[in-house]
């Protein structure tokens, strides 16, 4: 069993749909994450949770939700997407203490495709 | 300026030579650097940490770092066809808890 895991690992929606994404962590972290990646741009980060609380939001638009109910469970609330939204998002986990913070621990992904 | 840059690549190394993987970063104050693998269709992984100036080496693989200089690097020694991946260079931004990742690099390794 992995770390992270994450479900689905494929979505096809269309603009209109309203779906989520969901990330489990195993690993007795403190902090997770979302990132996007997009084909050929860097790993974006989007929101971080530290102990449930959001410390970043890295200027998503509101099409997504995050919510974090304990520091296990990780969603990710999608409404009214764009076509260019499709892409791969990443659930990490971390243990959030000072330098550490950067050792991160990624679930396999979810293939966002929207129509 | 980016803040975190890496050759995308494709960067082509026969099998057993060393593969030197580079980065430069914006950030003056950034106290901590990490070398990410990627696989295709698969998500990334840790490899390397490094806090320090200098070199730190872990098997086949060593990190070094230069803060004057900021620049990060990874070498890996006697490649093998296993470590064709994207590699990732990330930092974190110095007070945030915020890990920001370069484009990254793909490196085939040739037999």
């Known amino acids: 069993e992995t770390g992270v895991t994450q479900t689905p690992r494929h979505l096809v929606m269309g603009m209109t749909n309203k779906k989520s994404l969901k990330c489990e962590q195993h690993?007795?972290?403190?902090?997770m994450y979302w990132y996007k990646q997009s084909a050929k741009k860097p790993l974006e980060l989007m929101f971080v949770?530290?102990?449930?609380?959001?410390?970043e939001n890295n200027s998503v638009p509101s099409r997504f939700s995050p919510e974090c109910p304990n520091s296990s469970h990780l969603f990710l609330h999608l409404h009214t997407l764009q076509p260019e939204d499709s892409a791969l998002y990443l659930c990490?986990?971390?243990?959030?203490?000072?330098?550490?913070?950067?050792?991160?621990?990624f679930g396999e992904g979810s293939r966002l495709t929207v129509l | 300026q980016k803040e975190v840059e890496q050759n995308s690549g494709p960067l082509s190394v026969p099998e057993g030579a060393i593969a030197s993987l580079n980065c430069t970063y914006s950030?003056?104050?950034?106290?901590?650097f990490f070398w990410y693998r990627q696989y295709s269709g698969k998500s990334p992984e840790l490899i390397m940490s490094?806090?320090?100036?200098g070199d730190k080496e872990d098997g086949r693989f060593t990190a070094q770092l230069n803060k004057a200089s900021q620049y990060v690097s990874l070498l890996i020694r006697d490649s093998q066809p296993s470590d064709s991946a994207t590699y990732l260079c990330?930092?974190?931004?110095?007070?945030?808890?915020?890990?920001?990742f370069g484009q990254g690099t793909r490196l085939t390794i040739n037999p």
């Open positions: 949770y530290s102990l449930e609380e959001r410390v």
């Open positions: 950030d003056r104050g950034s106290q901590s």
């Open positions: 690993l007795g972290h403190n902090a």
């Open positions: 490094i806090y320090s100036n």
């Open positions: 990330a930092v974190r931004i110095q007070g945030a808890q915020k890990l920001v």
């Open positions: 990490a986990s971390s243990q959030s203490r000072d330098r550490a913070t950067g050792e991160l621990f």
